[in-house]
């Protein structure tokens, strides 16, 4: 969502940008960084889960690509939500199939963003799931 001012809504949460994508984690990186957020990457499940592990207390909120080589979305979803329950996700899939979301969909802590998405989708997608109480 634009604000009056023409400035993209961002803020000052810390997320966590995990896809095996080097595109998506550059320009994911680079434009959630412009609104005003700190970002940490990781280029597989294996390597956000160490990450978050590490930096739990810092991270707000965590992209996940679904669809992923090794350990893949939904086993990093239940290994994050081991540690912590209440963690804020929005999961991102270009695949039509979200039953590899199973229970999680109906959980309010993990949105759902379909690929491709604009900017501004994923944006209002962020302030709501980091407002959600």
Known sequence: MVEK?????????TILLVD???LI?????????KAGY??????NAE???ELYCRKRDQVDLIILDMIMPGMGG???LEEVRHVNPKVKVIVSS???NYDLLGKFVESRWVTSIKKPY????????IRETLDKA
């Not at 700190?38 to 280029?43: G, I, M, Q, Y």
């Open 5 to 13: 001012n023409g400035m993209l809504r961002g803020g000052k949460e």
């Open 20 to 22: 095996d994508e080097d």
């Open 25 to 33: 984690r550059q320009l994911g990186e680079e434009l959630l960084s």
């Open 38 to 43: 700190t970002v940490l990457t990781a280029a």
């Open 47 to 49: 390597m956000g889960l």
């Open 74 to 76: 939904k086993r990093f």
């Open 94 to 96: 270009g695949h039509s």
């Open 118 to 125: 604009r900017i501004h989708e994923m944006l209002d997608a």
